[in-house]
């Protein structure tokens, strides 16, 4: 009776000092950058700047209210990032990058990859670009994907469209009739690629669009318009049929494959990891990203499942009222 | 008593604490397991996370965000994932048109970079362009290495096969840096990226202000036709998450 006594009581203690004194940090979901747009200042008239230029956020420089905003989210950020995750930063200088991801998405402003997916820095080796396209003749996207796969061993690409597209909704308008206008001609050819997607594509939506569109048309269509839907999915879907069919991908699943038979013979660690390719889009109505169920990755390697589903029931326990608790410190391993 | 009766206690004692500690260890492991979540569900139950908090914080944000995007400033930056935008000036969507690739670089023969900077100035109306360049840069080290090593610009990467993307895209930036060679030889390693990474970016600043779409922004400027436009040259240090700005702004003349 005495040695149990004790013992309990010793339980205790050491339980009380085996304890972890830490605790989970009840983190609030918190929008990075939530100043309401009406905060935000009407630009003033810039006055000459000298050629040296000013410092940021002084008046001689710029518009005040842009300058000034974003010199105080760069505050911000270091401020939170002191506070939430003080040695983030020095830990990615110091090791490096090591993303898990390549984004390829467009540059319009509202597809922030950062904000969107709450993600930290580190996470996504990212390449924007007018309607988020993949040409294996663009050294400037191509450099981009070789890097990622083969010097930083990301394990996904993503190829992220957008509906509301308007590098896509500029393709499915006619071209500036006469003369390629000076003024449009980057933009022009740099769309080409979307252009004849809109005019091949067998698929029922775009179809019925090019029906509706004749040479008299300037305006561009709805977002809620199907054809453009389709349109903004075509345009991903041919992305990612080109990423995949590009040298880098290919030699990397046939150094994948080779050091596979390595592997067996030898039986010693895999240095490589597979690469898995998708196509999304995000909805700019609603924040939300739909898988399109075009990935790829290697011959023989099973395809992660999409986790959608646990994404839905994420959502759905947000959209609840209950805010969950997602660990923000810990780091990603695949 | 106690004493004597220490010896016998002890592996009551160890049993107890290893108990507890497996307790513990179990609750470490479980936030180890969530660790070894799938990167890509992680990524998505952030998505999720912000859209419907985004939705409950400001109810007609997405609504208004649909109707078209007027961003003011036109962001181009490096590929790194360490220099995300949005995150690191804490902005909102809808605020900054952005492209990023290796080592900022606007090239003038570049059809990608160049498109941008087309529909962010003639049809965006942006009025400000910033080349954010930022410290530690990998695309700046590889040419740093290559220049001081003496390789021809086209081979930058000696692994890589010359007419490949990699060595395509940083030729220009190898170059430069074999033109900078006997001021970045004279300095240590570290202070020489530091130098290639200002001077790549004062670099930028000077080809996007000599591209067409500025030179036209500009002389509207002048004529009182058009709006102010402006180009910045700013560097982003990855230790310190602090944004300087290199005071190279360029305007009218």
Known sequence: ?334 | MFFRNSLSLFPIILLATALTSIVNVEGHRLSARQNKVDASERLLQGNAQWAASTKKDNTTFFQTSAKGQDPKVLWYGCADSREPESVITNSIPGDIFVHRNIANQVPPEDANSVSVLEYAIKHLKVEHVIIAGHTNCGGANASLSAALAGSSASQTLSDEPSAGALNKWLEPLTEFALSQKSQLSAKSNSDALTVLVEENVKKQVENVSNSEAIQAAWQAETNGTGRAVRVHGWVYDLSTGLIRDLNVTRGPN
């Open chain 1, 1 to 334: 009776m005495h040695l149990l006594t004790v013992s309990l009581v010793l339980a205790a203690i050491s339980g009380a000092l085996a304890h972890p004194t830490h605790h989970l940090a009840r983190r609030e979901v918190r929008i990075i950058g939530s100043v309401a747009r009406g905060t935000h200042s009407a630009p003033a008239v810039a006055p000459p700047p000298s050629s040296t230029g000013s410092p940021i956020g002084s008046a001689a420089n710029s518009t005040v209210g842009t300058f000034e905003t974003l010199v105080k989210g760069n505050q911000k950020f270091r401020d939170e990032i002191k506070s939430s995750e003080p040695e983030l930063l020095k830990k990615l200088t110091d090791e490096g990058q090591s993303p898990p991801f390549m984004f390829l998405g467009c540059s319009d402003s509202r597809v922030s990859e950062g904000t969107i997916f709450n993600a930290k820095p580190g996470t996504l080796f990212t390449q924007r670009n007018i309607a988020n396209q993949f040409q294996s003749t663009d050294p400037n996207a191509q450099s981009v994907l070789s890097y990622a796969v083969a010097e930083l061993g990301v394990q996904h690409v993503l190829v992220v469209g957008h509906y509301g597209c308007g590098g896509v909704a500029a393709s499915i308008v006619p071209p500036p009739a006469g003369l390629v206008d000076a003024a449009n001609g980057a933009v022009q050819s740099w769309i080409q690629p979307v252009r004849e997607i809109f005019a091949t594509s067998s698929r029922p939506e775009i179809v019925e669009l090019r029906g509706r569109i004749n040479s008299t048309v300037t305006e561009e269509p709805e977002v809620s318009d199907p054809g453009f839907r389709a349109l903004v999915e075509e345009n991903v879907k041919a992305s990612v049929k080109r990423i995949t069919s590009d040298s880098v991908i290919s030699n990397h699943f046939t150094t994948l494959a080779t050091e596979a038979q390595k592997t067996k013979r030898s039986g010693t660690e895999k240095a490589l990891s597979p690469v898995f390719v998708h196509g999304w889009v995000y909805d700019i109505e609603n924040g939300e990203i739909r898988d399109l169920g075009v990935s790829v990755g290697p011959p023989g390697v099973a395809i992660p499942p999409p986790p959608f589903e646990a994404v839905a029931a994420a959502g759905a326990k947000v959209a609840g009222g209950e805010i969950t608790v997602i660990g923000h410190s810990t780091s990603t391993t695949v």
